[in-house]
């Protein structure tokens, strides 16, 4: 395992609701001898149970320096395009666009607080990517400016305000300025002149 992997690991949660559940499939299955309708939530709740217990076994997520890993298959960072958030905060289901139109789905049953570490991971190293339609140097532009004061995300690109013209023509106006003082055309006994009037 290489230095500085981050692991994800699937909330135990999951496991216990769903014994919880699995248990509520057991009684209405014991119940379906005196009702037969009972037969209905028996079934939903196995169902349930079978959802929580296959989430529950998800394989853990590494974080890497140059790729991340789902269990065993590994996904390079410079192959990600597009990462589409569904509306689940957890599990956390993301739509993953690699490159040459390959299509995964990353599914995170995790603790809220690690979902965001996640989260906020894979939006740091994916510099590719686009993140439910949001370029990654404008994303972390918003994050900058939205951040509280002296909490600010790493930038690894400075933000350009001004196109290379435009930083030229401020640079000559800012020495234009510092030699003679004033940026107006205006000649110096003009103005003198008129003050004493």
């Known amino acids: 395992m290489e230095p500085g992997v981050e692991i994800f690991v ?10 919880a559940t699995l248990a509520g ?8 001898f005196r009702e037969p309708l009972a ?19 998800r394989p853990p997520i590494r ?11 590994a996904i390079a960072w410079r192959e990600i395009r597009e990462i589409n958030r569904s509306r ?7 739509r993953l666009k690699l490159t040459n139109s390959r299509q995964k789905m990353l599914i995170y049953p995790g603790e809220p607080e690690q979902v965001q570490r996640l989260l906020i991971e894979l939006r740091r190293n994916s510099q590719l990517a ?15 400016l939205n951040a509280p004061q002296g909490h600010n ?21 800012y020495q234009k300025l510092k030699t003679v003082g004033r940026l107006d055309a205006r000649a ?10």
Do not use: K
Not at 188 to 197: I, L, Q, R, Y
């Open 25 to 32: 499939s057991l009684l209405c299955a014991l119940a379906v």
């Open 63 to 73: 974080i890497g320096e140059t790729q991340f890993n789902v269990g065993e298959r």
């Open 88 to 94: 689940f905060v957890s599990p956390l289901v993301l």
């Open 10 to 19: 699937p909330s135990r949660v999951y496991a216990r609701v769903g014994w």
């Open 130 to 144: 686009t993140f439910d339609g949001v370029t990654y140097r404008d994303y972390w532009t918003w994050c900058t």
């Open 153 to 173: 995300p790493l930038l690894e690109h400075p933000v350009r305000m001004f196109s290379t013209e435009d930083e030229a023509e401020v640079e000559r106006l």
């Open 39 to 57: 037969l209905i939530p028996a079934l939903g709740f196995a169902g349930g149970a079978a959802a929580l217990f296959w989430l529950a076994a």
């Open 188 to 197: 110096p006994e003009a103005s003198s002149g008129s003050d004493e009037d």
